[in-house]
């Protein structure tokens, strides 16, 4: 059966895996194995996890099930899903609009990270090829062309799949590369434990130090969770507006935001050690005041460091799998960035899918080709779209749901594939935090970064 459904070029969702996989394949990504080691590393380790793990699942997942359902009921982009359930209000499918522009700015900076991850898919196998001038090239992820070129070669893939429309592209290039990830992770880690220097790793990284705890510390863990969980900016209104109506929406968002933060929270046994064992290998991973560095490209100097270590053939084995994975993983999540403004295109201009994804396509390119060539846009994009950009959206998802459309409407929708829904502890509760607990959250935490920025 499929998802309501306004023009032919929307598409839906052909099974339920199919689904799951892909919003967590939306989910999952450099988000997971770039930001959240590199976030864990500079705020100071557990205390950073502790907080992450609290915004993931006490304002993460309930957000998530409220974008799921309002896409579900109207079937629509974030834009016109506002304007579906408010067709009065000028105002609030602005909240939508939002969303599609900050998709748009973070997809400009995303590519340009997922293109380091595809060189190094290259840098490795040049190194263990004893290429090392080659294996230099692919490696100097400063280099604008390079950058340029890769991100380049990202968005076509990007559009290409987008272009394939949503079951016959976005879901099967899903369903078989997520599990192989995973699959990855947990050999590495296996791997990485018994190495020297581990134990140091492992410590900081569950050992949470209260002290460190800041009104920043709290904002990065809070836009790192809405990063990760693809939240904020409608990608998941997005992906609901292709869900079947017997969907269990509780279940499913669940589900995704147990394997968004469990895959999170492994890439993290991995990367953390390793900085430690890069370090004793001579890779400089603290600054002068003995802080861990805050550095972009931190995961891809470590990373290769270890591979190096474990030697041929298996350190060559692993090292070109892994970025080609992690690449595949930061694909998934590109097609649901650009899922969003094609998303908006085809319903609200009615484009076809395939002229859509083009010239949006282009159009986001443009901003990339900027980025690559600028790099330390990338920190004040992070800042803008992600640590600001996706809270407030939330913010402004949990206010409209609760006070304009109304928790209890979006409960009847949630029924249709949760029968007992009205029976349940989550209908008791989920009220609650998207009326109060995530709205005043998402609020005092971006107040307490503007007052201690600013005051
Ligand atoms: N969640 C993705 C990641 O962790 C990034 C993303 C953000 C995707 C917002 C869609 C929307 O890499």
Known sequence: MAAPSTTNDRGSWNSKLGFILAAAGSAVGLGNIWGFPTQVASNGGGAFLLIYLLCSFLIGFPVMTAELTMGRKTGKNPFGAFKA????????????LWGVICGVMILSFYTVVAGWAFSYV???????????????????????????????????????????????????????????????????????????????????????????????????????????????????????????????I??????????????AFLAGFLIIPAMY????????????????????TLVFQVLPELFHTIGMPVGLIFGVTFFFLLSIAALTSTISLLEVPVAFAIDEFGWRRKVAARVVGV???????????????????VTIFN?????????????????VWKTDNALDEMEL?????????????????????????????LIQKLVESFG
Not at 166 to 180: C, Q, W
Not at 250 to 263: C, E, K, M, S
């Open 85 to 96: 359930i408010r067709p009065d209000s000028k105002f609030y499918p602005l909240i939508g």
């Open 417 to 445: 594939g949760y029968v007992n829904i009205r029976q349940s502890l989550f209908s008791k509760i989920w009220p609650l935090f998207i009326k109060i607990v995530c709205p005043l959250a998402i609020l005092y935490v």
């Open 122 to 248: 290259f840098a490795e196998l040049f190194f263990f090829l004893e290429m090392p001038a080659a294996s230099a090239w692919f490696a100097d992820i400063g280099n604008g062309v390079l950058s340029a070129v890769l991100a380049t070669l990202f968005m076509v893939a990007t559009v290409g799949i987008i272009t394939g429309g949503v079951s016959g592209g976005i879901e099967r290039a899903t369903k078989t590369l997520m599990p192989t990830l995973i699959g990855i992770l947990i050999i590495l880690i296996g791997y990485i434990l018994f190495q020297p220097g581990a134990y140091e790793g492992i410590r900081t990284y569950l050992y949470p130090d209260f002290t460190s705890i800041t009104p920043t510390l709290i904002f990065d863990a809070m836009g790192q969770a809405f990063f990760s969980l693809s939240l904020g900016m409608g990608a998941l209104i997005t992906y609901g507006s292709y869900l079947n109506k017997k969907e269990n």
């Open 387 to 403: 640590g600001v950009g996706l809270p407030l959206g939330g913010f402004l998802i949990c206010y409209f749901i609760a006070y």
């Open 363 to 381: 159009g986001i390119l443009a901003v990339s080709i900027l980025v690559a060539f600028n790099q330390s846009l990338i920190g004040t994009f």
């Open 250 to 263: 509780p279940q499913a968002a669940a589900f995704v935001t147990l394997a968004d933060v469990g895959i």
């Open 277 to 296: 064992m890069a370090q004793n290998a001579g890779v400089e991973i603290f600054n002068e005041a003995g802080q861990l560095l805050e550095e972009d």
